[in-house]
């Protein structure tokens, strides 16, 4: 079975520090991996997904992830957090031969102080 | 990007009362649905993928009766939350995927029930 491991509810960090939310991952399968940030209600806006190829990938806002296969990991980083990088995210695997519905992880909460 | 919008973005009913959930692929047509319930502070759980044209398919312990869904045509899936209780409070958000090799999923932008 698939499943998505994101260590850490919340995550505090300085404005201009750097930022890292962890996920880890389970799946028999290679995965489709996914970010997706989440404004106080609101929806979920995609960060960034690794599907193939190349394993950093790049995103919206300055995020990007690795996808490392030997650690089983897709952390999200951001060289230096932004006031409105505030927000929820969320750390989303594809399930496996499906039409795309995706098993998400519990969440970060990340804060950002001035 | 595409774009899924959800009417109405917040509704406030009585407790035995049913409420409908409109969820609408605005610029590309979607065959599948997927319909999630996020409880505060928690993640998003996957209730039932909604099919145009078939019955939808739901996820273990998710009751049929209660969450009908019905996806009247290739851009529009609703989601009925018949005999509402308190604890159906919840913020309910659908999904498209894009069609595309990956299938990326465009998210609405979500509805907040509250069951007084």
């Known amino acids: 079975a698939q499943s998505v491991t994101q260590l850490g509810s919340h995550v505090s960090v300085s404005e201009g520090a750097l930022v890292l939310l962890r996920c880890n991952y389970s799946?028999?399968?290679?995965?489709?991996l996914f970010w997706y940030v989440q404004y106080p209600n609101q929806g979920l806006q995609l960060l960034l997904k690794?599907?193939?190829?190349?394993?950093l990938v790049k995103g919206i806002n300055g995020f990007e992830a690795e996808f490392k296969k030997s650690e089983t990991s897709f952390h999200l980083t951001k060289p230096s957090a932004h006031m409105s990088d505030a927000a929820e995210y969320f750390c989303?695997?594809?399930?496996?031969?499906?039409?795309?519905?995706?098993?998400f992880g519990k969440g970060t909460k990340l804060s950002v102080k001035p | 990007g595409a774009v899924v919008s959800q009417h109405p973005s917040w509704v406030i009913c009585k407790s035995g009362t049913s409420v409908k959930i409109e969820c609408r692929s605005l610029?590309?047509?979607?065959?599948?649905m997927f319909w999630y319930r996020q409880f505060p502070k928690q993640s998003l759980m996957l209730m039932a993928t909604?099919?145009?044209?078939?019955?939808?398919?739901?996820e273990q312990g998710v009751e049929k009766d209660k969450f009908l869904i019905n996806h009247a045509s290739l851009t529009l899936s609703t989601l009925t939350v018949t005999s509402a209780h308190p604890e159906d409070s919840s913020f309910y958000i659908c999904?498209?995927?894009?069609?595309?090799?990956?299938?990326?999923?465009?998210f609405g932008p979500g509805t907040r029930l509250t069951v007084l």
């Open positions: 999904s498209a995927p894009s069609g595309g090799p990956y299938n990326e999923q465009f």
């Open positions: 610029d590309f047509q979607a065959t599948t």
């Open positions: 989303a695997v594809r399930v496996a031969g499906s039409q795309g519905n995706l098993i």
């Open positions: 690794y599907t193939t190829g190349a394993t």
């Open positions: 799946s028999s399968v290679p995965p489709y």
């Open positions: 909604s099919n145009e044209g078939s019955k939808a398919t739901y």
